[in-house]
């Protein structure tokens, strides 16, 4: 499965923007999609993620009520639309996907990772 991810760049805080992943390859063999950041000095953490089959979705904390993440099955790509953002949400945005159930949350359980998307928030 190769990802390719997009839409990053620099935006004020309470702004808004969508973030694109695009999967091709073996897309039938994904079971989910996720969405994961990595600030400067810190480690990479979760952010949601969507099962590629039903659509179930899953949030951090710190994502829930101000992200959505969705899917559009033509053509293969997975979006992080994000509102309301801060500061604090600046990052190197990845997408990654994984192939057996269970996993979906953590960077240790992916599979696939594409290249990331930088995120800026201004304050």
């Known amino acids: 499965v190769q990802l390719q991810a997009s839409g990053g760049g620099l935006v004020q805080a309470g702004g808004s923007l969508r973030l694109s992943c695009a999967a091709s390859?073996?897309?039938?063999?994904?079971?989910?999609i996720g969405w994961f950041r990595q600030a400067p000095g810190k480690e990479r953490e979760f952010v949601a993620a969507?099962?590629?089959?039903?659509?179930?979705?899953y949030y951090a904390d710190s994502a829930k009520g101000r992200f959505t993440i969705y899917r559009d099955s033509a053509p293969n790509t997975v979006y992080l639309q994000m509102h309301n953002l801060k500061p604090e949400d600046t990052a190197d945005y990845y997408c990654?996907?994984?192939?057996?159930?269970?996993?979906?949350?953590?960077?240790?359980?992916?599979?696939?990772w594409g290249k990331g998307t930088q995120v800026t928030v201004s304050s």
């Open positions: 990654a996907a994984v192939t057996r159930p269970g996993a979906v949350t953590t960077t240790d359980g992916m599979d696939y």
């Open positions: 390859g073996r897309t039938f063999s994904t079971y989910a």
């Open positions: 969507i099962r590629w089959s039903g659509g179930r979705t």
